[in-house]
């Protein structure tokens, strides 16, 4: 009987070995599974904290897109109620209808070549002499420029107004706003030529300033770069202080590293 039980002793020992071993295997498991629980609780609540940043920032963003907007259109609404005014006072002084005298390559850009579908001359039945009429044309066009955005449409209600009122002290800037309407388009030909048209045959106009700056920035554009460096050039010589020469100084300088 005593070594009965004497060998039954070890198998009780291993028998509690076994039992304990499960049970530290169980508390582990369950000490495991609390942590991955709180970690899941925690990893939800972030996610639901940055879900609530990133709406926040959401609509920020769109508040913030709202006001820049706002902003630009009451820049747009600015400007074209500045340009018009002004164009109002030119309309009102004699346009300078005589051709400046040719100057040389060096003082003065090159004379204008036509337009590739140039405004067409007026005809027998033009409109009569409509300052009112001729005004809102050429706010339309602008305002399509500049509002709307349609720079093909602008470029034809320009050429439309040339053809139309080519008596009217606007048409100066109607060239530039029909180089403009090229510009923005990346029709550059196009735009050197009514730039060039508007500096040869309206000297004097205050567009010329912007008129010559842009002339270089197309003459760039197209690869003629002894010739828009020229034209940049000339813009604080011929227009010291303006915003225009400031402008082209600035891409001068930007050449200038270019070629470093």
Known sequence: MVAALVAATPAFGQRLSLAERVTLLENKANVENQTAGQANLEMQNRVMQLQSEVQSLRNQVETLTY????????????????????????????????????????????????????????????????????????????DMLINDFEADRSARMFQAFIRDYPQSGLVPNAWYWLGESYYVTQNYALAVEAFQT???????????????????????????????????????????????????????????????
Do not use: H, M, W
Not at 70 to 78: A, I, K
Not at 246 to 255: I, P, Q, S
């Open 67 to 142: 006001e820049l907007e706002q902003l630009r259109q009451r820049n747009r609404d600015q400007y074209v109620d500045i340009d018009s005014r002004l164009a109002r006072l030119e309309g009102g002084e004699p346009a300078a209808a005589e051709p400046s005298t040719p100057a040389s390559p060096a003082s003065a850009p090159a004379p204008a070549v036509a337009p590739a579908n140039p405004p067409a001359s007026p005809s027998a039945d033009a409109p009569a002499a409509d300052p009112a009429g001729e005004e809102a044309a050429y706010q339309a066009a602008l």
């Open 198 to 260: 508007l500096l040869a045959g309206y000297a004097g106009s205050r567009k010329e300033a912007d008129a010559l700056l842009k002339l270089g920035y197309c003459q760039l554009a197209l690869g003629e770069r002894a010739a828009g460096e020229a034209s940049l050039r000339e813009v604080p010589v011929r227009f010291p202080g303006t915003d225009a020469a400031a402008k082209a100084e600035a891409r001068l300088r930007t050449l200038a590293l270019e070629n470093r």
